[in-house]
């Protein structure tokens, strides 16, 4: 996964950002995973862009730690795909990473707002 400034500017997230994103975007319901990638990109206002090498590693990383569920069916254009759903033991992990991610945005923020040194001996 990349957050997407240009097409040409990319960089990666980091490890386990991917794996939360899906569980959060499966939260709405069964998808696909291009269905995924599409709403990933669309809710971070096209910042973040998901390559389908990495998606599906993601998902099928997921699917084996029994954290989402798939099965086939029929995509919106008529062909198969395999659609994701969140599993009772994703939901728990969702709760705990987001908390976790929360806990390292705000640590990161108060670095990054941090105007100048304020501990001795440092």
């Not at 599906?56 to 699917?63: H, V």
């Not at 569920?69 to 994701?84: C, D, I, L, M, T």
């Not at 009772?88 to 705990?96: P, W």
Request: hydrophobic share 40%.
């Amino acid at each position: 996964m990349t957050t997407q400034k240009k097409t040409d500017d990319r960089v990666a997230l980091l490890q386990g950002t991917l794996d939360l994103l899906i569980l959060k975007t499966l939260v709405m319901g069964p998808c696909h995973g291009q269905g995924v990638a599409r709403l990933i990109q669309r809710q971070s206002e096209e910042v973040l862009f998901v390559d389908h090498g990495s998606l599906y590693l993601a998902l099928q990383r997921l699917e084996d730690r029994k954290w989402i569920s798939a099965k086939w069916g029929v995509s919106e254009n008529n062909r198969k795909a395999r659609f994701y759903t969140l599993t009772t033991k994703g939901r728990a992990q969702l709760a705990e990473k987001t908390s976790e991610w929360e806990r390292l945005a705000r640590a990161i923020g108060l670095i990054l707002n941090n105007k100048g040194p304020q501990n001795e001996g440092a």
